[in-house]
């Protein structure tokens, strides 16, 4: 298994581009969520899905969209990229809620915005 | 409301000495807790988890931690540091319990672990 991979590992955008981070996993996890991690600030939550078609915000959601059209695949969306979005973008899944159950990570997106 | 502190950002041990990292809670239920591991330029992976369970639990590397409901804790130690040990720490916490889904867990800001040799 590859386990959660993630793509790209680094990117730089210029404000107001868009992309998208691609986050796939092989485990059939139903639970996948995107979470931001900053200096100082640990881990935060910025978009989950519990199943496919099934997506719901956490607590940093704005500036960022997701869709979930199969188990497999969690893209992240930048729509217009600005400066606070600089940061490292981590993908996790896991097989229940994650409130209970063991999360995998990816390895990260290193994202900066000039 | 904050739900998890992780006392001090960096903790500097000598190699082969006692590890001691401090996670201290909120939750008006029986929690779920977590520490989480990130070596350099990795994703997080699971040291250990407590649900409700052992009050000890054992994790990989030689990690435990003790969850101690009377003082709100759950501190992770080593008895004997090593080198490889130098990672980012995370404790976890779902302060309500089951069935908080990904919005009902919240990390710590995360504790850097500096082993000296």
């Known amino acids: 298994n590859a386990g959660v991979t993630q793509t790209p590992k680094f990117q730089v955008l210029k404000t107001g581009q868009s992309m998208t981070l691609q986050c796939a996993q092989d485990m059939n996890h139903e639970y996948m969520s995107w979470y931001r991690q900053d200096p100082g600030m640990g881990l935060r939550l910025i978009h989950y899905s519990v199943g496919a078609g099934i997506t719901d915000q956490g607590e940093v959601p704005n500036g960022y969209n997701v869709s979930r059209s199969t188990t497999e695949d969690f893209p992240l969306r930048l729509l217009s990229a600005a400066p606070s979005q600089t940061s490292v973008y981590f993908c996790a899944s896991s097989y229940s809620d994650p409130s209970t159950d063991t999360q995998y990570f990816g390895p990260g997106t290193r994202l900066t915005v000039l | 409301a904050q739900s998890v502190t992780q006392l001090g950002s960096h903790v500097s041990v000598s190699e082969g000495a006692l590890v001691l990292l401090r996670c201290n809670y909120s939750s008006s239920v029986p929690p779920y807790l977590f520490w989480y591991v990130q070596y350099p330029n990795q994703g997080l992976q699971l040291l250990l988890k407590y649900t409700s369970a052992a009050t000890l639990v054992k994790g990989i590397n030689g990690f435990e931690a003790e969850f101690k409901k009377s003082e709100t804790s759950f501190h992770l130690t080593k008895p004997s540091a090593h080198m490889s040990d130098a990672a980012e720490y995370f404790c976890?916490?779902?302060?309500f319990g089951a069935g908080g889904g990904a919005d009902g867990l919240t990390f710590g800001k995360g504790t850097h672990l500096i082993i000296q040799p």
């Open positions: 976890a916490v779902s302060p």
